[in-house]
Every structure is written in structure tokens, then in C-alpha cells.
């Protein structure tokens, strides 16, 4: 992850952020601008969660397109 992360511009120490509104036991952080982002989804809870509003972004830690749904404890990091 440290690798992948630093190939990432959107992970600089300076870089914009925000904190978009999610379901109960998800947390996310977007980081980037508007023409390069990623928005990082944290599953806090022991249950599978829906996220639809996701799906179809590309997950850069699986390198593939996201389902929509986070597993219990799973973080995904997605390409806008």
C-alpha cells in the first residue's frame, strides 16, 4: 500500500480534501481536485454495507471496478 500510495499526487501532504457525507459506520475522505481524486471508503463496522453511489469507479488497491459494497473491516480506495 505504501508503494501505491506514493504514486498517487492525490495523497500529497498539500494536497485538497474533504470529508463526503456516507452512510452510519463508513468513513471517507476524498483528496484531490476536480480533475484527479480519489475518495477512500473505510468500513468501521462487523457488517457488509451498500455503497451505490460508488460503483462502477476503479478500485486502485483490487485494480478493478468497485461493486458497491464494502465486507465488514474492508477500505477501498477509488479513482474518481
Given at each position: 500500500l505504501i508503494d501505491l500510495r506514493k504514486k498517487q499526487s492525490v495523497f500529497d501532504p498539500y494536497a485538497d480534501f474533504s470529508f463526503p457525507e456516507t452512510v452510519n459506520g463508513v468513513f471517507a475522505i476524498e483528496r484531490g481536485n476536480d480533475t484527479d481524486a480519489v475518495i477512500c471508503l473505510f468500513n468501521l463496522t462487523n457488517a457488509s454495507i451498500e455503497m451505490p453511489d460508488f460503483i462502477d469507479l476503479v478500485d486502485l488497491i483490487a485494480h478493478?471496478?468497485?461493486?458497491?459494497?464494502?465486507?465488514?473491516?474492508?477500505?477501498?480506495?477509488?479513482?474518481?
Open positions: 478493478s471496478k468497485f461493486d458497491g459494497s464494502l465486507n465488514a473491516y474492508e477500505m477501498v480506495w477509488l479513482r474518481k
